[in-house]
């Protein structure tokens, strides 16, 4: 069984950056692709950043030249590394993996909060 625990969520300033993390545990999983969603209140959760299944990412238009995905694969993590947060950034940020069988596997989720 594969858990995610997010961290590194918080409060911050429009303008300012936050680097989310997601630990990764479980052995011996292979994952079609895995990435970062958002909700914001009121609304349906919805892709911010992924790697897919040929190596490649993805950025939602919104978070473009923004927001860099990364991970290290010999530590069991991903991250997501976000500049010039905007208001609209709010939302609890969740760490997805998705396997081949089609099933996701989703984190607790981490509050980010971009306010003055």
């Known amino acids: 069984q594969v858990q995610l625990v997010e961290s590194g969520g918080g409060l911050v300033q429009p303008g300012g950056s936050l680097r989310l993390s997601c630990a990764i545990s479980?052995?011996?999983?292979?994952?079609?692709?895995m990435g970062w969603y958002r909700q914001a209140v009121g609304k349906q959760r919805e892709l911010v950043a992924i790697?897919?299944?040929?190596?490649?990412?993805n950025y939602a238009d919104s978070v473009k030249a923004r927001f860099i995905i990364s991970r290290d694969n010999a530590k069991n993590m991903m991250y997501l590394q976000m500049n010039s947060l905007k208001s609209e950034d709010t939302a609890v940020y969740y760490c997805?993996?998705?396997?081949?069988?089609?099933?996701?596997?989703w984190g607790q989720g981490t509050q980010v909060t971009v306010s003055s």
């Open positions: 790697f897919t299944n040929g190596g490649g990412t």
């Open positions: 479980g052995r011996g999983f292979t994952f079609s692709r």
């Open positions: 997805n993996v998705h396997f081949f069988s089609g099933i996701d596997s």
